[in-house]
């Protein structure tokens, strides 16, 4: 054989074995996408409205396999958002691919359409009873949830309850206030970590050693709505329908620490509400914080200033 027909042959070989290599590459690719399933289902039916969630499960090592969980509820200021849009789609399949069972849940948006929405002008007993009705509809997800985790592969002491902005203040006033909006109507669920993305609650004294769990929070600074620190939910002034004073991620830490629970604190100096948006560059951060705090029980604080 001469040489330029043995380099005719090397060519062609070497072509042949990179086909090989790419097709393996993209059945490798769209099988990891198979792996990852979701599925809807309505797990309550309100004034008439369905609310639905979504689970996204990653492929499990057997049929009896059950897996942290993050339930997540968005954002929107009670009266917008939705829960499979494009960011918390992205979010949950991030969590999948993390070893987490994700869920995104809908909810009851009782300010759409109203004269006042949820700003100064919404009386401030509204916006407590707004709160109410979210927690409430978070717990009832939960508890469905719960109810079908043995198909669904939840480990149910495992339980992460995340959210943004609206979702956020819903979730922390149903894992760290729940005598006080709940009336020991959920005592049987337990909640293992909070990922809380720009939140706040009424009453910081509500967080005690029996509610206090490990939890991730991000929030700006210069937040213009929900209040960093403690002050008046989106700085109204005394004389407004909706004065109505929250304790933001700061002083929530504060207690947390002051408990002696493990936190992970982003803060961002110059952040105003914009923070509430999902943080996909610290997602990794995010769940390895989840899996060293809940599955390996190890204790961490850490503030994170930028």
């Known amino acids: 054989m001469n040489e330029a027909l043995k380099r005719i042959t090397l060519v062609k070989n070497l072509q042949m074995k990179l086909k090989i290599s790419v097709g393996v590459l993209l059945f490798s690719f769209s099988t990891l996408l198979l792996a990852q399933q979701k599925k809807t289902y309505t797990y309550a039916t309100k004034d008439g409205q369905e609310l639905q969630l979504d689970v996204y499960s990653p492929e499990f090592s057997s049929k009896s396999e059950k897996l942290p969980t993050l339930v997540w509820m968005h954002g929107g200021g009670f009266s917008g958002g939705v829960r499979d849009n494009q960011n918390e789609t992205k979010l949950c399949e991030t969590a999948a691919e993390q070893g987490f069972v994700a869920v ?159 936190y992970l604190f982003y803060t961002y100096e110059k952040g105003r509400h914009e923070i509430s948006g999902i943080p996909f560059g610290d997602l990794t951060d995010v769940f390895d914080f989840f899996k060293s705090t809940i599955v390996k029980d190890t204790h961490i604080t850490k503030t994170i200033s930028r």
């Open 104 to 262: 995104s849940i809908s909810y009851r948006l009782l300010r759409k359409g109203t004269a006042t929405y949820f700003g100064c002008d919404c009386p401030a007993a509204e916006k407590k009873e707004t709160f109410k009705q979210a927690a409430i509809d978070y717990m009832d997800a939960v508890s469905f949830l719960i109810d079908h985790s043995d198909d669904l592969h939840i480990d149910t002491d495992k339980i992460i309850a995340g959210g943004s902005s609206a979702g956020a203040e819903a979730i922390l006033s149903a894992v760290y206030m729940p005598k006080y909006y709940l009336d020991g109507a959920y005592d049987q669920i337990s909640f293992a970590g909070v990922f809380s993305l720009a939140g706040a609650l009424v009453n910081l004294d509500e967080i005690t050693s029996k509610t206090a769990v490990p939890s991730v929070l991000f929030h700006g600074i210069a937040d213009n709505l929900v209040p960093y620190s403690k002050a008046a939910h989106h700085y109204c002034n005394p004389k407004d329908a909706g004065y109505l004073v929250l304790n933001g991620s700061d002083k929530i830490v504060d207690r947390l620490s002051l408990l002696g629970t493990s």
